[in-house]
């Protein structure tokens, strides 16, 4: 989420940095900064100003001490730690010598951090990143080099990360390291360059190489060599790239909206990352209520627009079931107006990919006015919704910049289910071991999402099917149905034709009549026990002349019968399925909108964020 670039051995330290870092715009990020070192010397400059934040720190650079070769930038994307100056990267060592920029969560900060102030080691910053500095500082003071001492580091870390360290007690060398986070290594004739993403050196390196996980390496201007945890030597994979500047912000895509269907399992991974403590307690480090506080919710109100709703339909199911609290979900733009019924024990939900949709925003106020405790569930840290509500949990997919959402959706029903998971265990509605298969269950999702996104071309055959049709019903029950939901959505935003979604109940009480020969429906097919009712609503749907598209899970052997094509998808936990259902109907929206000459990226009259009423 965050950005990353280093450089050694550089006539123009400062603008490679600067500049790189104002190519890693598109990722979004509400802080920067950058280090330049030399031998005795380590100069920093850092900024938070949101989006201008990078050129804020070109303004603090203009006086930038002239002659240094190496350095270090960043541009943070907050999640632990508010968005300001002290917390932006690069940080330091308490001597001032170690410079590191991190992306990444450091799953086990604060036992290191408690540890390392025991042994005298002064923070700075409240961020998960600041261990690193003083980490490579012990190792350093006991005499190990520097990429020694980053190796002794990472073995004690756990989570996720791409990092980059620098010292003024050696000059000129850069170490980095990755687990999970992307990094990679760019060469020119005596320059040699790191970054997490290939835009930021695109236009300064001349050759590229792919550091794999657990992998770190030693970057000099004379090249780069890297071991591996236990200190043997490896090979980095060189990377062909011969994308232009925009090519490459999209990750090597045609779009960004290819790119975030593709960045979904990592925005699993990211949001569930540094969720439970060794006891087995579920818990969000940024969600300021107290165990008492949650124990004493007896109704639970989830507000949101478009995708958020969707979501937190996913929701009502899960913390039902689970945590048995009763759930009402609403429509945020209908909240305000029709005089809410707030109770005392009443939590009221805002769930909001941007954080600053105005209807969302609008409820939320009204529920705190009316005395509910509010909790956001965010994409941005520190977004108009975050910062006024009691409490927040942060899904943290990265920038989604597609106007059509689609990896927020994943994560915000990730963040829901664990937060129903954690209702579950205060209010001991389920035992210990069920939540553990759940949790457990729910980090598996991450890789069912990614071989759903195998699946890609299987979904555009479909679509290529049915290039001629005009008309949509997507049908689902349970937790199908907001999945059903979210594709007629896609579908929609994406192509313009007319799709709806609906319970595959209500089918008979209104949409047959509009069922005839020329109509397509689309049904999520994956519960098993919802299975036999959702063959007999297609056998009917069928038998008035429609086209069928299932989405059913690989074993399915039934679902032919009825199902004119068939979108496959690894079997899951019925719950988590619109996580994973969810990817063949943002593919097929997807492929169906290309086919139609559609602008996927920016369709027309929507915007990313509704800030009118
Ligand atoms: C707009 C976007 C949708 C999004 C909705 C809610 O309509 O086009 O993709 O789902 O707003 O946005 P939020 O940021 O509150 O999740």
Same mark, same amino acid.
């Given at each position: 989420?965050?950005?990353?670039?280093?450089?050694?051995?550089?006539?123009?330290?400062?603008?490679?940095?600067?500049?790189?870092?104002?190519?890693?715009?598109?990722?979004?990020?509400?802080?920067?900064?950058?280090?330049?070192?030399?031998?005795?010397?380590?100069?920093?400059?850092?900024?938070?100003?949101?989006?201008?934040?990078?050129?804020?720190?070109?303004?603090?650079?203009?006086?930038?001490?002239?002659?240094?070769?190496?350095?270090?930038?960043?541009?943070?994307?907050?999640?632990?730690?508010?968005?300001?100056?002290?917390?932006?990267?690069?940080?330091?060592?308490?001597?001032?010598?170690?410079?590191?920029?991190?992306?990444?969560?450091?799953?086990?900060?604060?036992?290191?951090?408690?540890?390392?102030?025991?042994?005298?080691?002064?923070?700075?910053?409240?961020?998960?990143?600041?261990?690193?500095?003083?980490?490579?500082?012990?190792?350093?003071?006991?005499?190990?080099?520097? #990429?020694?001492? =980053? +190796?002794?580091?990472? *073995? %004690?870390?756990? $989570?996720?990360?791409?990092? &980059? @360290?620098?010292? !003024?007690?050696?000059?000129?060398?850069?170490?980095?390291?990755?687990?999970?986070?992307?990094?990679?290594?760019?060469?020119?004739?005596?320059?040699?360059?790191?970054?997490?993403?290939?835009?930021?050196?695109?236009?300064?390196?001349?050759?590229?190489?792919?550091?794999?996980?657990?992998?770190?390496?030693?970057?000099?201007?004379?090249?780069?060599?890297?071991?591996?945890?236990?200190?043997?030597?490896?090979?980095?994979?060189?990377?062909?790239?011969?994308?232009?500047?925009?090519?490459?912000?999209?990750?090597?895509?045609?779009?960004?909206?290819?790119?975030?269907?593709?960045?979904?399992?990592?925005?699993?991974?990211?949001?569930?990352?540094?969720?439970?403590?060794?006891?087995?307690?579920?818990?969000?480090?940024?969600?300021?209520?107290?165990?008492?506080? #949650?124990?004493? =919710? +007896?109704?639970?109100? *989830? %507000?949101?627009? $478009?995708?958020?709703?969707? &979501? @937190?339909?996913? !929701?009502?199911?899960?913390?039902?079931?689970?945590?048995?609290?009763?759930?009402?979900?609403?429509?945020?733009?209908?909240?305000?107006?029709?005089?809410?019924?707030?109770?005392?024990?009443?939590?009221?939900?805002?769930?909001?990919?941007?954080?600053?949709?105005?209807?969302?925003?609008?409820?939320?106020?009204?529920?705190?006015?009316?005395?509910?405790?509010?909790?956001?569930?965010?994409?941005?840290?520190?977004?108009?919704?975050?910062?006024?509500?009691?409490?927040?949990?942060?899904?943290?997919?990265?920038?989604?910049?597609?106007?059509?959402?689609?990896?927020?959706?994943?994560?915000?029903?990730?963040?829901?289910?664990?937060?129903?998971?954690?209702?579950?265990?205060?209010?001991?509605?389920?035992?210990?071991?069920?939540?553990?298969?759940?949790?457990?269950?729910?980090?598996?999702?991450?890789?069912?999402?990614?071989?759903?996104?195998?699946?890609?071309?299987?979904?555009?055959?479909?679509?290529?099917?049915?290039?001629?049709?005009?008309?949509?019903?997507?049908?689902?029950?349970?937790?199908?149905?907001?999945?059903?939901?979210?594709?007629?959505?896609?579908?929609?935003?994406?192509?313009?034709?007319?799709?709806?979604?609906?319970?595959?109940?209500?089918?008979?009480?209104?949409?047959?009549?509009?069922?005839?020969?020329?109509?397509?429906?689309?049904?999520?097919?994956?519960?098993?026990?919802?299975?036999?009712?959702?063959?007999?609503?297609?056998?009917?749907?069928?038998?008035?002349?429609?086209?069928?598209?299932?989405?059913?899970?690989?074993?399915?052997?039934?679902?032919?019968?009825?199902?004119?094509?068939?979108?496959?998808?690894?079997?899951?936990?019925?719950?988590?399925?619109?996580?994973?259902?969810?990817?063949?109907?943002?593919?097929?929206?997807?492929?169906?909108?290309?086919?139609?000459?559609?602008?996927?990226?920016?369709?027309?009259?929507?915007?990313?964020?509704?800030?009118?009423?």
């Amino acid at each position: 989420m965050c950005g990353i670039i280093g450089v050694v051995g550089s006539t123009d330290t400062l603008s490679t940095l600067l500049e790189g870092l104002q190519r890693l715009e598109y990722r979004g990020y509400d802080s920067a900064g950058i280090a330049l070192v030399r031998s005795g010397e380590t100069w920093r400059a850092r900024s938070a100003a949101g989006t201008e934040s990078v050129a804020a720190l070109r303004l603090e650079c203009e006086d930038a001490p002239a002659g240094f070769t190496s350095g270090l930038g960043h541009t943070r994307w907050a999640t632990h730690g508010a968005p300001e100056a002290v917390n932006a990267h690069p940080h330091l060592d308490c001597s001032g010598n170690i410079a590191i920029i991190h992306n990444g969560i450091i799953e086990n900060h604060g036992e290191l951090q408690e540890q390392l102030e025991e042994r005298g080691h002064v923070f700075t910053s409240v961020t998960d990143s600041e261990v690193l500095a003083h980490l490579i500082e012990e190792s350093r003071s006991e005499g190990l080099e520097l #990429l020694e001492a =980053v +190796r002794a580091s990472l *073995l %004690v870390v756990r $989570g996720a990360f791409a990092i &980059a @360290a620098m010292d !003024a007690t050696e000059p000129d060398v850069i170490v980095a390291a990755r687990r999970i986070s992307p990094l990679v290594v760019g060469t020119a004739p005596g320059v040699t360059y790191l970054a997490s993403d290939v835009p930021a050196i695109l236009d300064r390196a001349s050759a590229f190489y792919a550091v794999n996980d657990d992998e770190i390496v030693r970057l000099g201007p004379e090249g780069f060599r890297a071991i591996d945890l236990e200190g043997s030597p490896v090979r980095l994979r060189q990377l062909a790239i011969d994308w232009d500047l925009e090519t490459a912000q999209k990750g090597g895509y045609d779009d960004f909206m290819t790119k975030e269907i593709n960045e979904q399992p990592d925005a699993l991974r990211s949001t569930l990352l540094d969720r439970r403590r060794h006891d087995g307690t579920i818990s969000f480090d940024e969600l300021r209520m107290s165990d008492d506080e #949650l124990r004493e =919710v +007896r109704r639970v109100v *989830l %507000v949101a627009a $478009g995708t958020s709703h969707h &979501a @937190a339909l996913v !929701a009502k199911y899960a913390i039902e079931r689970w945590a048995r609290v009763s759930v009402e979900v609403d429509i945020s733009s209908e909240y305000r107006y029709r005089d809410p019924i707030v109770e005392i024990g009443t939590l009221v939900i805002g769930v909001s990919q941007s954080g600053e949709t105005i209807d969302t925003i609008q409820a939320t106020r009204e529920a705190q006015r009316r005395g509910a405790r509010v909790v956001a569930i965010s994409n941005v840290v520190d977004s108009s919704l975050a910062r006024e509500a009691d409490a927040v949990i942060y899904t943290r997919a990265g920038l989604e910049v597609s106007v059509a959402s689609t990896k927020a959706f994943v994560a915000q029903v990730a963040a829901l289910e664990l937060f129903a998971l954690r209702l579950a265990q205060l209010r001991e509605t389920l035992v210990p071991r069920d939540v553990e298969a759940l949790f457990l269950g729910l980090n598996a999702v991450g890789a069912q999402v990614a071989r759903a996104l195998e699946r890609r071309s299987d979904v555009e055959a479909v679509a290529k099917g049915l290039l001629g049709a005009r008309d949509f019903f997507f049908l689902g029950r349970h937790v199908g149905f907001p999945t059903a939901l979210e594709g007629a959505l896609k579908l929609k935003e994406l192509t313009y034709l007319h799709a709806e979604g609906y319970p595959a109940g209500e089918l008979k009480h209104g949409p047959l009549a509009l069922i005839e020969p020329g109509v397509v429906v689309v049904a999520v097919a994956t519960d098993p026990s919802m299975h036999e009712k959702i063959l007999s609503n297609l056998a009917e749907v069928k038998a008035r002349g429609a086209s069928v598209v299932a989405v059913a899970t690989d074993d399915d052997e039934t679902i032919g019968a009825v199902a004119d094509y068939v979108l496959r998808v690894p079997a899951s936990e019925p719950m988590f399925t619109p996580m994973v259902d969810i990817v063949p109907l943002q593919l097929f929206a997807y492929a169906m909108a290309r086919g139609l000459g559609r602008n996927v990226d920016r369709p027309r009259n929507l915007a990313k964020t509704v800030t009118v009423e």
